[in-house]
């Protein structure tokens, strides 16, 4: 009878002590890890985000007029190709005073397109539009908006682009403003507000 063949095992790893073990020297054995108390000002990484206060009633109880409303760069394209004044049209929309608020990456961004948009920078220089500076790097302007309107929720988003609607909204209590026949509309705002629907 022949002998059984032991298979031979591939790649094990040979049984290692522990740095923590007492045969190891006193300098070389790893030293207990001593429990951080928790910083209260951390920012917790695992925790539901708490729903604003102004939140609790059906509409968002924030917005009022004079509405504030983050402009995003096709917007203001898309206007100028319906030929539609910003502030006048944002007025007759939701029939209160309308203050446009543009970001500097947005501005960066009608900056970057060149000569053919100067339409576009010369509305977004308007001295009616309120202009809010940012802090982070680059000029991407969607996360930016989004980013914005999820810590504050004081305002209502211009925006044309469907990817970008479609993130604001999963965000509770933002209205969006967009353009349909030749004319503004919102959506998620009480119908005393805003534009009739057709």
Known sequence: ???????????????????????INEKN??????????????????EVPQHPSCLFFQYNTQLGPPYHILVDTNFINFSIKAKLDLVQSMMDCLYAKCIPCITDCVMGEIE???????????????PRFERLPCMHKGTYADDCLVQRVTQHKCYIVATVDKELKRRIRKIPGVPIMYISRHRYNIERMPDDYGAPRF
């Open 1 to 23: 009878q022949g002998k059984q063949k032991k298979a031979r095992k591939y790649a094990v790893m040979k049984r290692m002590i522990s740095l923590r073990d007492q045969r």
């Open 29 to 46: 054995r790893a030293k207990a890890q001593v429990k951080k108390k928790e910083d209260p000002s951390a920012i917790k990484e695992r």
């Open 112 to 126: 970057k397109l060149g000569q053919k948009y100067r339409v576009a920078l010369r509305i977004a220089k308007d």
